[in-house]
């Protein structure tokens, strides 16, 4: 069992940066390979990025890469979500994941952070 905790959301004007962090629970963390996605109001929740147990290996949905990167730290259990050049349409409740598979299903969701980008 996995136990996700996201923090670092909150309002940001557009062009701004935010780096989300998300601590997990349990010695099996650095077995899994790790997510975030995101909902937009009225939305769907989207994937945003993997990250490999190594770390090793990323991956981004088209319209995040060259913007966010995503990270881990298995010694302290984390990822991170380092978010630039903010957009409004970035407004959404970011999720983190853990044991996410190539086809983007997920094992253990977190409870979401919200970030707003204002225009």
């Known amino acids: 069992q996995v136990q996700l905790v996201e923090s670092g959301g909150g309002l940001v004007q557009a062009g701004g940066s935010l780096r989300l962090s998300c601590a997990a629970s349990g010695r099996t963390f650095s077995s899994y390979a790790m997510g975030w996605f995101r909902r937009a109001p009225g939305k769907g929740r989207e994937f945003v990025a993997r990250?490999?147990?190594?770390?090793?290996?990323?991956d981004y949905a088209n319209s995040m890469k060259g913007r966010f990167t995503i990270s881990r730290d298995n010694a302290k259990n984390t990822v991170y979500l380092q978010m630039n050049n903010l957009k409004p349409e970035d407004t959404a409740v970011y999720y983190c994941?853990?044991?996410?598979?190539?086809?983007?299903?997920?094992?253990?969701w977190g409870q979401g952070t919200q970030v707003t980008v204002s225009s």
């Open positions: 990250i490999s147990w190594s770390g090793g290996n990323t």
């Open positions: 994941a853990a044991d996410v598979s190539r086809d983007f299903e997920v094992g253990y």
